[in-house]
């Protein structure tokens, strides 16, 4: 069965800093791998889709890697605004079973200070 | 991508009553996807709504206490049913798009608390 963490649970960094967000799964036949953003009490937004056969996806200042064969992704985000606040969190989705399923990690809490 | 609107975005309900959500997607989608967030934790898919059958629900969730319609390519409602207070969670509905490499996307969801 798929597991996904994610490490930091929470993280605290001044505005402008540059920071990574880590994603780890325990199987590595993986269909893609999607990142979203959560705001409190909110929706999920999707950031970026990563296909198994990529390496990294980009979008304004985000940019995630994929690195399969150890079972690891990162989010990179350049440039931290206080706009970034919010909780983010990477998903899975398998080959095995239901394809269409989608294993989310426990997310990581992002807060960036003025 | 797709653009899903749920409702009620979210209420305070009291035990031993239900609730029913809806989700409306701007564009038909074969299926669509029930998820809870429990307060603190990660998304649990509930069941899988097909239109013109009955969804298909996963383990630690039954029909009769989350009633799901699935009436057309557009819309789906999830019922909580007798409501208790370990009910209280976000609700979150989600549909995929194929054209997209199967790019998973979410409604703003619903935010129950049970009293």
């Known amino acids: 069965k798929q597991e996904v963490t994610q490490i930091p649970a929470a993280l605290s960094v001044p505005e402008g800093e540059n920071l990574v967000l880590n994603c780890s799964f325990t199987d590595s036949a993986i269909y893609n791998l999607q990142w979203f953003r959560q705001d409190p009490g909110k929706g999920l937004t999707s950031l970026l889709l990563?296909?198994?056969?990529?390496r990294e996806q980009t979008s304004g200042r985000l940019n995630a890697s994929l690195d399969k064969s150890s079972g690891r992704s990162t989010l990179y985000i350049a440039a931290s605004q206080p706009g970034d606040s919010a909780t983010y969190l990477c998903a899975v989705r398998d080959f095995s079973g239901s394809a269409r399923q989608l294993t989310f990690g426990s997310g990581t809490q992002l807060t960036v200070l003025p | 991508s797709a653009v899903i609107s749920q409702k009620p975005s979210r209420d305070i309900c009291q035990r031993g009553t239900s609730l029913t959500i809806q989700c409306q997607v701007d564009s038909q989608v074969t299926m669509m996807f029930w998820y809870r967030q429990q307060p603190g934790q990660s998304l649990t898919l509930i069941a899988t709504?097909?239109?013109?059958?009955?969804?298909?629900?996963e383990s630690g969730f039954v029909i009769d206490k989350f009633p799901i319609s699935r009436p057309n390519l557009t819309f789906s409602t999830l019922t909580v049913s007798n409501m208790s207070p370990e009910d209280s969670s976000i609700y979150l509905c989600?549909?995929?798009?194929?054209?997209?490499?199967?790019?998973?996307?979410f409604g703003q969801g619903t935010r129950l608390t049970v009293v």
């Open positions: 990563i296909q198994s056969s990529q």
């Open positions: 709504a097909n239109q013109g059958s009955e969804a298909t629900y």
């Open positions: 989600s549909v995929e798009s194929r054209e997209m490499y199967t790019e998973a996307f």
